[in-house]
């Protein structure tokens, strides 16, 4: 059974920092893509940050410079480094593996808030 558990949401004052982990058990994420989804209140569910199997990483423009993703492959977890967080950062964030050689998401965590006062 795969799943995906993510951890280390909570409220945080606008500055503030938060670091998420994402947990996978039942798959190898060494040979998958790894990616962290956010998805506001009345919106649509963007990719925020992404990083391949080979370690090459992405963002999308709003958290560029503020946001850091990681992986251990060893510890089958994936990181997400939040710094300067804004009340737009506001949102339920997702864990998602990618099918390998490939960027079509496998698999889904079942998400953790997040929620940045001003």
């Known amino acids: 059974q795969v799943q995906l558990v993510e951890s280390g949401g909570g409220l945080v004052q606008a500055g503030g920092s938060l670091r998420l982990s994402c947990a996978a058990s039942g798959i190898s994420i060494g040979i998958r893509g790894m990616g962290w989804y956010r998805q506001a209140p009345g919106k649509q569910r963007e990719l925020v940050a992404r990083i391949s199997r080979g370690g090459n990483t992405r963002y999308v423009d709003s958290v560029k410079g503020r946001f850091t993703i990681s992986r251990d492959n060893a510890q089958s977890t994936v990181y997400l480094q939040m710094n300067s967080l804004k009340p737009e950062d506001t949102a339920v964030y997702y864990c998602?593996?990618?099918?390998?050689?490939?960027?079509?998401?496998?698999?889904w965590g079942q998400g953790t808030q997040v929620t940045v006062s001003s």
């Open positions: 998602s593996a990618e099918r390998p050689n490939s960027d079509y998401v496998d698999y």
